[in-house]
């Protein structure tokens, strides 16, 4: 439980950072903000398919089927179906981010996800702490752009600098609240820790298939996408180093 919070922690203060930045009207190189993106793409995908998927199958068998289109689903309703514009990476579209109440809107989005970022941090180190070790990594490759994202949405609304750092924070919040939440589940019902890792399988799978490639892939600079493989050979060292020590 202890390093699970740690884990949420740890990404929480990513997430403030991001925010803190743009608060303090500090640039940030566009170019690098991509690359974090697409790294973090690339080890969350390769953490998906190598891991997250056949380990689900494993514990559940065909019924992981199902969770995981549950936790893709879920992913999808809030993000694009409640929020209308949701984007990674520092908001540069100043036209089309002018109100507050898209503004709020692009908050509650971010809220969702990080919600199930730190759940999927929790269910994955309480299914396999190994496991959720990794899935920390993948959760904080992104967790930095995602603050920029929050604190330059806010901005562009024309909200102030004081609840700029409110944004970031609540969102770094939801990641801790994520990642409590499968405690609670948990004490209910121990069994039920097998269909939540599945389902934070499809809510990974999403992140990094619908929310971070199709990001990358709108950038002007090709080295982005390349840069999405170098994530997945990351993901595969850092596993087998991570193996060799323990």
Same mark, same amino acid.
């Given at each position: 439980?202890?390093?699970?919070?740690?884990?949420g922690? *740890?990404?929480?203060?990513?997430? /403030?950072?991001?925010?803190?930045?743009?608060?303090?009207?500090?640039?940030?190189?566009?170019?690098?903000?991509?690359?974090? @993106?697409?790294? #973090?793409?690339?080890?969350? %995908? +390769?953490?998906?398919?190598?891991? @997250?998927?056949?380990?689900?199958?494993?514990?559940?068998?065909?019924?992981?089927a199902?969770?995981i289109? %549950?936790? /893709?689903?879920?992913?999808?309703?809030?993000?694009? $179906?409640?929020?209308?514009?949701?984007?990674? #990476?520092?908001?540069?579209?100043?036209?089309?981010?002018?109100?507050?109440?898209? #503004?709020l809107?692009?908050?509650?989005?971010?809220?969702?996800?990080?919600?199930?970022?730190?759940?999927?941090?929790? $269910?994955?180190?309480?299914?396999?702490? /190994?496991?959720? %070790?990794?899935?920390?990594?993948?959760?904080?490759?992104?967790?930095?752009?995602?603050?920029?994202?929050?604190?330059?949405?806010?901005?562009?609304?024309?909200?102030?600098?004081?609840?700029?750092? &409110?944004? $970031?924070?609540?969102?770094?919040? *939801?990641?801790?609240?994520?990642?409590?939440?499968? /405690?609670?589940?948990?004490?209910?019902?121990?069994?039920?820790?097998?269909? +939540?890792f599945?389902?934070?399988?499809?809510?990974?799978?999403?992140?990094?298939?619908?929310? %971070?490639?199709?990001?990358?892939?709108?950038?002007?600079?090709?080295?982005?996408?390349?840069?999405?493989?170098?994530?997945?050979?990351?993901?595969?060292?850092?596993?087998? &180093?991570?193996? #060799?020590?323990m």
């Amino acid at each position: 439980m202890i390093t699970a919070i740690l884990f949420g922690l *740890a990404a929480a203060a990513a997430e /403030f950072l991001g925010g803190a930045i743009i608060a303090v009207r500090k640039q940030w190189p566009r170019r690098l903000q991509e690359i974090l @993106l697409a790294m #973090g793409a690339g080890f969350i %995908l +390769a953490l998906v398919f190598l891991e @997250l998927l056949p380990k689900s199958i494993e514990a559940l068998g065909e019924t992981a089927a199902l969770a995981i289109m %549950l936790g /893709f689903s879920t992913i999808h309703f809030f993000e694009h $179906a409640v929020v209308n514009h949701l984007h990674f #990476g520092e908001e540069i579209h100043s036209d089309v981010m002018v109100t507050k109440q898209a #503004g709020l809107s692009a908050f509650t989005g971010l809220f969702i996800h990080a919600f199930f970022d730190g759940f999927t941090i929790s $269910a994955g180190v309480q299914f396999d702490p /190994f496991l959720g %070790l990794l899935i920390f990594l993948a959760v904080l490759l992104h967790k930095f752009p995602e603050g920029l994202t929050i604190g330059s949405i806010m901005q562009s609304a024309g909200y102030s600098r004081r609840v700029i750092l &409110w944004s $970031a924070g609540g969102i770094g919040i *939801a990641t801790v609240l994520g990642v409590l939440s499968v /405690f609670v589940v948990a004490s209910v019902n121990k069994s039920v820790i097998g269909y +939540a890792f599945a389902f934070s399988a499809g809510a990974a799978t999403y992140v990094g298939a619908s929310d %971070l490639i199709p990001e990358i892939n709108r950038s002007e600079n090709r080295i982005p996408p390349l840069i999405v493989f170098a994530g997945m050979v990351l993901f595969y060292v850092t596993e087998r &180093w991570l193996e #060799g020590l323990m």
